[in-house]
């Protein structure tokens, strides 16, 4: 890339960043997988109590909720990354290539902005939870655990933003420019 443009530096880090939180991210997409894997066993396993044994477990309701904002926070970075979330097209789409790419790295910016301030937020409620020893109050879990996959969330998701911005990503979903 010796003599390319900044633009093309800056593709080409954004790729290698993207190469090297890939892996990261399909992991924590596959924990994502479990976690609503086991969402669907605790339930069937709790109405199943419920019913033959007439003794449904106390704390399906705590672990459930858990295990569904775990899945969402997990797998959010692989979303944010390639861009599989709920996206408005409907002007991006009608756009030159040119001035999508831009309207792509003003989006990663917002969106990058966006984690940025829940990361600052999370980060004293997380604190409280770890200071505080704070457990769920059925199943007696550890909240903080559970607490900190949001702004490890954040972080990562953030990273996919500005690595999508870097590489002036505005695509739409068939891949067109």
């Not at 993207?18 to 066993?41: C, D, K, T």
């Not at 937020?121 to 949001?150: H, Q, S």
Request: glycine share 10%; charged share 15%; aromatic share 10%.
């Amino acid at each position: 890339m010796q003599g390319g443009t900044g633009e093309d530096k800056r593709s080409a880090t954004a790729g290698r960043v993207v190469r090297l939180l890939e892996p990261v991210f399909n992991a924590m997409a596959l924990l994502a997988a479990v976690g609503g894997g086991a969402i669907v066993v605790l339930i069937g396993a709790s109405v199943a109590m419920r019913y033959f044994a007439f003794a449904p477990f106390r704390f399906t309701e705590e672990l459930v909720g858990l295990l569904m904002t775990a899945a969402f926070f997990l797998a959010l970075p692989l979303a944010t990354l390639r861009a599989r979330h709920v996206r408005v097209l409907v002007l991006v789409t009608t756009l030159p290539a040119r001035a999508a790419r831009g309207a792509g790295v003003l989006a990663a910016l917002f969106g990058a902005a966006f984690c940025l301030w829940f990361f600052v937020l999370c980060l004293p409620w997380l604190e409280f939870a770890i200071d505080r020893n704070i457990k769920t109050e059925v199943g007696r879990l550890l909240m903080y655990p559970w607490m900190a996959l949001l702004p490890l969330s954040m972080a990562l998701s953030m990273a996919a933003f500005l690595a999508r911005g870097a590489a002036g990503d505005g695509r739409n979903e068939t891949g067109r420019s």
